[in-house]
């Protein structure tokens, strides 16, 4: 329900531009978290598919359009700009889980989110040098259950 609430959070916080890299292990809720995200930017309630058979699935919520990315299995970082992120990374809201695949062509703006498994739970940390204002943003929501 947290991974849910906090993908519905940061859904009206992101514009086009805006990358969130979702860090952690198989089963962390990378996905969860992506998918949370898409249908309350978006506003349905159908599935949201995972990407991980086929890279890249894209969205559109008010004119932005919304890049969901599991690159689990890219080879090389090079392969990033096959699909399309290069421009993706400035025009559209980008989800990228296994970010480390991307090597050196993560954004330098991204904004990062680990997630782990701890206890009966999910641990999510945020960090993001050149996204304060998004984050005070999102603690403002976290705190007033918006």
Do not use: M
């Amino acid at each position: 329900a947290a991974t849910t609430r906090l993908g519905a959070a940061l859904a009206g916080l992101l514009q086009a531009g805006d990358t969130l890299l979702l860090h952690g292990p198989i089963g962390a809720g990378k996905t969860h978290l992506a998918r949370a995200l898409i249908q309350a930017r978006v506003g349905w309630l159908e599935d949201v598919p995972s990407p991980s058979f086929t890279l890249v699935q894209t969205y559109l919520a008010d004119g932005v359009e919304i890049w969901h990315a599991d690159l689990y299995r890219l080879s090389s970082p090079d392969e990033v700009w096959e699909l399309g992120l290069d421009d993706a990374f400035s025009t559209a809201i980008c989800l990228i889980e296994w970010p480390d695949r991307l090597g050196n062509f993560a954004p330098a703006n991204a904004v990062s989110i680990r997630l782990s498994a701890e206890n009966e739970g999910r641990r999510a940390v945020i960090s993001g040098e050149t996204h304060a204002a998004l984050l005070v943003a999102l603690a403002a929501k976290w705190c007033n259950n918006d």
